[in-house]
């Protein structure tokens, strides 16, 4: 599909049928993105550093609200939903990094 432009969209229906286009390419993007965590919590361990590092959490959140500002996105919204996702893919790699711990 496609995507057009919302203001050349006429009815719900149509705009639906986006919208939901477009959740589809996020959650296939966030599972690339998921992957690389993934990866990120068997290297760190081999490398000395634990799952959370604040410094790069807060690099990656103000990445984000730039880029958001650039594209036209609320910043804030962005830096609210990254911080979300990160903080639940921290999660993910302790997890996976302590399972690492214990074979």
């Given at each position: 599909?496609?995507?057009?432009?919302p203001?050349d969209?006429d009815?719900?229906?149509?705009?639906?049928?986006?919208?939901?286009?477009?959740?589809?390419?996020?959650?296939?993007?966030?599972?690339?993105?998921?992957?690389?965590?993934?990866?990120?919590?068997?290297?760190k361990?081999?490398?000395g550093?634990?799952?959370?590092?604040?410094?790069?959490?807060?690099?990656?959140?103000?990445?984000?609200r730039r880029?958001?500002?650039?594209?036209?996105?609320?910043?804030q919204?962005?830096?609210d939903?990254?911080?979300?996702?990160?903080?639940?893919?921290?999660?993910?790699?302790?997890?996976?990094?302590?399972?690492g711990?214990?074979?």
């Amino acid at each position: 599909m496609t995507l057009r432009n919302p203001k050349d969209i006429d009815t719900m229906a149509d705009l639906r049928a986006q919208i939901d286009q477009i959740d589809l390419e996020l959650i296939r993007m966030l599972s690339i993105r998921q992957s690389h965590i993934d990866r990120a919590a068997e290297i760190k361990p081999a490398v000395g550093l634990p799952a959370r590092i604040d410094d790069r959490v807060n690099e990656v959140v103000n990445n984000v609200r730039r880029l958001a500002t650039r594209e036209g996105f609320d910043a804030q919204t962005a830096a609210d939903m990254w911080r979300l996702m990160v903080d639940n893919m921290i999660a993910r790699e302790e997890q996976a990094m302590s399972k690492g711990d214990t074979e």
